[in-house]
Every structure is written in structure tokens, then in C-alpha cells.
């Protein structure tokens, strides 16, 4: 019989890829994670977010302190989170940035569709403004044409005009370019990675070296105010609309940090982006991604001219701003592993509906040119632009602001990160300056903030002295804490004695070891300093106990005062005006209206915009006969592409008469308008914008 040789299958083997790096195996077990996470993304979820408030103050609120105004709307518009606040007709502040200027600044590569991913921002090319305007031009119109005319087409970025059109071809299956639309693509982009896309962002643009949109102060009221006219100090405050309003006004970003009862006056010193604000340069979706304020403070930022920007907030109650974090964590909770203080990075953007998702309430508001966003203490904001765009932004802080920073330095130890100023040494200049305090309720929240620090300060002190630690503060000369201000001296000072474990500021106390020249820590983490026994170990004071105790008695004497003399647990009733009880009747914010559903299908327009069509220190030029200008009563919501540092012409309908003729803190509908379409103007060169 003869035998056949039977064929074999080869054995299988198990499929070998290549191994994966930690990193990569980290990013595929977050996104397995995020997907049990998040099974459902409806296609109308942006629809849900409801709406921020809008403020229309009158001229005689906007002649006033912008400080005042904002602590009158405070009570309804913290509860947002952030607020919109829309000038008066007639605010024409000219745009003093020399946009002729060669001088360049740095910008910040953002991969849209990563920005889930928490990844650090690479190094975009270096931009002076007009090249950066024209760059960001060329991409707004490009992506026009991608998504909105069906192909690509070649765009002109030279001294002609850039139109869009294809290269010869007609162009058919037009649709139009809205709000709702590009907001419904950026967050395609980012949460499903619906198409790769990079932009550059021209952010923290040092105002200090390529100079303010405003013009700067003759009244030395702004920290960089070189120049003091001493015959204007003592002339009454300028009138609304005139040019010396635009320099002197506190809503003038340069001034706003130095205004009365502003707690940053104290500080004498410029900071960047704190008491200097900073210039942001925009592009389509360029990405402000989720943060709140250093330090917890207020900010204020204000859109200069270009396309809108998108804003969303978050209140600033502990508990909002913690449910924030965690909806951050579960989704990046492999990343924060390595990277605990992600959050701070400020380069990580989510969509408001997973904020949503985890019970979080997020409110969105439309900032258009010559409008102010207000963000309130520890409230989480972020956003993106429409298309290119100039604002600027500043911090300030109120009375009223002192325990939100001392939750923010308390944050701030935690993680290690050196914070912007001493919140001691603010603490007790705030108190060395009582004739600020007006009221019994804020000076009451001083004396808490005193008490706990002092408290703290003399109970570790004592314990150190008693374990065996040497106070040597008779044998040398320390120079005393100076209370008056913060200066540049003093900052100085003040970042040679950083703790080396939290980066606290040891303002009052520091402890020392022999091992070492330089090393400090404050009187909390002396263990963590080094493994020396104590006796090696010694402490140096600049406040004395009967220092600190003698100031405690002084700002407690004088809250005692304020009580008895002053009935202000409220605020004035100037504040208490009708829209107080619609804002706890209505479910919607106030100002806000159904604007967004009567304008989300207006075409954005992508005319020209030129900045160099207008004198950097006067009015606009003359715009063509028959031109439609940019009239403030149009619906926020409206999306255009205007180059506007100034009202071009200030024409009134209805809407805008009752705005003017309500409270400061009346709920306005926007009234439905038609399409502004805006135009060349005359002897303008083409900057894309």
C-alpha cells in the first residue's frame, strides 16, 4: 500500500507588532477609558449651553469707575461665571498699536484635533503684525473654500485684494459660512479628530515692548506710564468720547489694574499679563484653553477689532471649579499621572457638553469688536476665535477678592508653583492702606485673611523654637518688610527667599541649615529642606510677633469702626436695580435673549480687514459712499470679519435706544437685524486680518 504524504499547515504564530512606547500605551488605554465614558455625542449638543449675561452701561456709568460698575453687576453676573459688557454708542477709542511695526513676536503651533490630549504647544514662526494678520487671512479664506465652496482654490496674500474666488472656475454648491457651523466643526475637530488641523496663535504678546492697543496715560494711572503731564493731574475727569477720555479712562486696560479701590495699585511694579496687559493675537480657531486667572482674579479683556471670539465659562463657587477638575481628570487621568498640575499648563480644551455631562454648569458668550468679557474670580474660562482678530487682556482685584486668593495660594503651594506676587506681602499692604477699605463686609474678610495668617505664622514659629532651632535674627542685619507698596526692589527681595519645597514666598519667617548659602523653606516644609539634625538649623524673622500683632489690633480696631458707622452688607442700592429679580425669576441670563437662534445662519463676512485704513491716533478714515459700517445695535451674535478698533459710524435703532434707557443691569433682547456686510475703505492697503 502505498503511503501518501499528508500536506501540513505551518504552525501559527501569535502576531507580533512593534512594541508600543509608554506613551503611546498610555494615550490607547485614555482613549479606551474616555469611551466608556463618553458613549453618546449628539449632533445638537451645542445648542444647550445656554447663554452668559450682556451689560449695557450708560455714559454716566462709563464715565464712571469701571470697578463700581462691575461690583453693581456682580451679584448676577458671577453667577455665570463670566459676563459681556457692551460700551455705550460713541466709544471710539483709537488703535495705538503701530501696525507698520517690524519688530516680531512668537507664536504658539496648537494641533486642534490633540487638544483633548493635554499635549504641550510646539513653536509656531515668528510674526511682526501685519504679516501675522495676513497669514491668518489666508487661512480663513482657505478654509472657506475647503468646506464651504466644495474645493480648493489658490488665495492671493499680496498687496491686492484677496477674494476667494476659484482660479477661473465657477464655483457651485456655495454654502454659507456661520457661527453655528464653524462652532459645530471646531468641536469636531477636537473631540472626534474629524481632520488634522494646526493654527498659530500670537498670545501674551508683551504690550510693554510692542505696545497697547490703548493709548497710554498722561496722568500716570498705567504701571508703564513714562510721561506725567503735571498740569493735567488736577483737571477734572475727561468727558466720554474725547481723546484724553480714551487715555485716562479706567476701562483703558492700562489703567484698570491702578484704578480706586483696586487692590493691584499697591503694586508698583510692572508683571506681564497681572498689571501690564498683554496683546493676543488671533486666527480661525485659534484655542484659549480651559483656565482660570492667576492668583484667582478677576480679568478683563476687550476685542479690539477682527473676527469674534467664543467664549465659555464655568462660576467660580468651589464647587463648580472643582467639578471642572474633575471631569479633567477622568479624561486625562493617565496624562495627570506624570503630569499632576496639567491644569495650569492651560493646553487642554473640552467641549462644554462633558462639562454638562458631569453636572457641571457652563454658560457661552460671543465677543465681537469693541466689546469687554469679564471673567469673575477662580472661574474657568475658554474659547476660540472665529477668524483673525485683535484683543487685550488685563488683570485687576477687588476688595472683595482677598479669600479667593488665598484659596489660589494655598493651590499654588500644593503643587509647588511659585505664584505671581506674595499674597503675605499683598495681605499686609492691604492693610497698611486701611483708608481703602469703605466697607465693614470687606474689611471684614481682611481681618479673617490677618488672623489666619498671623496665626499660623506664630504657632509654627513657636513650635521650630522649642524642637531646637535657632532664631539668629539679633545677629544679623534683615532688612524690615517694607508695607507701603511692592516695588521692583522689593520683588526683588522677595524671589531670593522662595520656600524650596511649596515656592511660597517666606515673607514674615524662613528657616536655614549650615549645608547651604541659599536654600530656605518656610516655616511649614523645614523637614523637607535636608536631613541635617536641628541644631544646625536656625531661623531668620523680618516681622516681629508684636510687628504682626500690633497691625492685627490696628485693622480689627478699624473694622469695629466700620460697623458701627456703616450698613453695607450689601451692596449700594444703586446695585439692587430691577434686574436683580428677573435674573432669580428667569432661567436665562440677562441681555442674553434668543439672539443666537435669530442670527447662527448670518454668513460671516471675510472682507478685508485693514488696520492700516486708520490713523493709529485719530478717528477712521472716510468709508465709500453707500458703505454699511459697523452699527453696535446689531445683534452680538452677528459674525463678522471688521476690522474695528472704533466704531466706524454710530447709528441707533431700536434696540440700542432701549438699552441706553434701561438700569445698567436691565435684561436687553437683541433686536433682529439684517446682514452688515462690511467694505473696503478708501486708500486702504489690504492686511489680512
Known sequence: MSSRQRRRRKPTHAFHAAPHSNEEERAFQQAVANSRLDRFRPRDHLCTVPAGPTFYPTVEEFEGNPLHYIEKIRPIAEKYGICKIVPPAGWNPPFSVDMNETKKFQTKEQL??????????????????????????????????????????????????????????????????????????????????????????????????????????????????????????????????????????????????????????????????????????????????????????YSINYAHWGAPKQWYGVPGTRKDAEGLERVFKNYLSMKMRDVPDLLHHITTMFSPRLLQQGGVPVYKILQRAGEFVVTFPRAFHGGFSYGPNCGEAVNFATHDWISQGADANERYRSFARPSVFSHDRLTFTMSNHLKDQKRYSTCRLLLAELQRVVEEELKLRNKLLDAGVRDVSGDINLPRNRLDQLDEESADYDDKRLCHACKHVCFFSCVACECSQTKVSCLRHSHYMCRCPTERKYMMIWSTEDEMNTILRTVKNFAEELKLTANDDAPDKSAQSSSNAKADKDTSAPGSGDAWDAHKDIEIDLSPILPAAYPLTGGPSVAKEGAVTNDISQDPTELEFTRDPKRIKMESDDARVAAETTTSTDAIASSDGDEVVFVETKNASPVGN
Open 112 to 297: 486642534i484635533h490633540r487638544l483633548q490630549e493635554g499635549i504641550a504647544f510646539g513653536d509656531g514662526d515668528d510674526y511682526c503684525a501685519s504679516d501675522y494678520l495676513k497669514m491668518a487671512r489666508k487661512r480663513a479664506l482657505e478654509w472657506r473654500a475647503k468646506c464651504y465652496y466644495g474645493e480648493t482654490v489658490e488665495v492671493e496674500t499680496g498687496d491686492s485684494s484677496a477674494t476667494g474666488e476659484t482660479d477661473g472656475a465657477p464655483v457651485e454648491h456655495r454654502e454659507n459660512m456661520t457661527p453655528a457651523k464653524l462652532e459645530q466643526q471646531y468641536w469636531d475637530i477636537v473631540e472626534t479628530h474629524a481632520q488634522d488641523m494646526a493654527v498659530e496663535y500670537g498670545n501674551d504678546v508683551d504690550s510693554d515692548r510692542f505696545g497697547s492697543g490703548f493709548p497710554i496715560s498722561e496722568r500716570g494711572r498705567s504701571v508703564n506710564s513714562d510721561e506725567i503731564d503735571v498740569d493735567k493731574a488736577d483737571l477734572p475727569e475727561p468727558k466720554f468720547g474725547t481723546d484724553d477720555f480714551y487715555k485716562e479712562t479706567y476701562w483703558n486696560l492700562n489703567n484698570i489694574p491702578n484704578a480706586p479701590d483696586s487692590i493691584l495699585r499697591h503694586i508698583k511694579v510692572g508683571i506681564n499679563g497681572i498689571n501690564v496687559p498683554w496683546l493676543y493675537f488671533g486666527c480661525l480657531f485659534s484655542t484659549f484653553c480651559w483656565h482660570n486667572e492667576d492668583n484667582y482674579m
